[in-house]
């Protein structure tokens, strides 16, 4: 069936730091969702994209729907603690099914 | 306030009790689903509503059974579960379910002992 690879699976990064994680797919999808998780909640929609090439922006957040349509990437920049958490990619394929990436779990370093 | 609503948040059962897990949203929507997270797995796709009508049932167990009356809610009733289903359920919303944008409630930790 479809996969879709988020990586990576974990960062430690320094409060201030910009961060990068971004998903690969094997097949072209039709949407780009990131979704950031705090732990006991539910994922929350950060960035939605729906055009190859499309960049948009949330704050400090950036994500952009990679122009071969297999990839997108989420930026956030000058990271502060409340960014830990979980970030899910997902992705609509031709069928409009959401698949969804393993996550990757954000740690500030103390 | 993500416009979907989840009750009961934490569920502890036994694996000889009835109970019910219930999601509501506020957003208009027409699909409704319902997802299992557990710990270091992708989201788990269970159930899919779309208009009330059942469009996708993932494998899922039959000791899971949902109920969608209208639009608006979506219930999941479990019996004699499992300890492995021990997870959180989320509930989530869109317009509809071609691969539309989906909203989700803050979930409902179930624990079976």
């Known amino acids: 069936g479809q996969q879709l690879n988020q990586s990576p699976q974990s960062m430690f990064i320094q409060e201030g730091e910009d961060v990068s994680m971004n998903c690969t797919s094997s097949?072209?999808?039709?949407?780009w969702l990131w979704y950031k998780q705090d732990p006991g909640e539910g994922p929350v929609l950060l960035i939605a994209?729906?055009?190859a090439g499309e960049l948009t922006s949330n704050g400090r957040l950036t994500a952009q729907f990679g122009i071969t349509r297999k990839d997108s990437f989420l930026n956030i920049s000058a990271s502060i603690p409340s960014d830990v958490g979980i970030y899910f990619c997902?992705?609509?394929?031709?069928?409009?099914?959401?698949?969804w990436g393993a996550g990757t779990k954000l740690i500030i370093k103390p | 306030e993500t416009g979907v609503t989840q009750t009961p948040r934490h569920l502890v059962m036994g694996m000889t009790n009835k109970k019910s897990l219930k999601c509501e949203q506020h957003?208009?929507?027409?699909?409704m689903y319902w997802y299992k997270q557990s710990a270091k797995k992708p989201l788990e796709l269970m159930f899919v509503?779309?208009?009330?009508?059942?469009?996708e049932n993932n494998s899922v167990p039959s000791r899971f059974s949902p109920e969608c009356p209208n639009s608006s809610h979506l219930f999941l009733h479990l019996h004699t579960l499992q300890p492995e289903d021990s997870a959180l359920y989320l509930c989530?919303?869109?317009?509809?379910?071609?691969?539309?944008?989906?909203?989700f409630g803050e979930g409902s930790w179930l624990t079976v002992v």
């Open positions: 989530a919303s869109s317009q509809e379910s071609a691969g539309n944008t989906i909203y």
């Open positions: 957003l208009g929507h027409n699909a």
């Open positions: 509503y779309n208009f009330k009508e059942q469009t």
């Open positions: 097949s072209i999808f039709n949407t």
């Open positions: 994209l729906y055009k």
């Open positions: 997902a992705g609509s394929d031709s069928n409009y099914q959401l698949i």
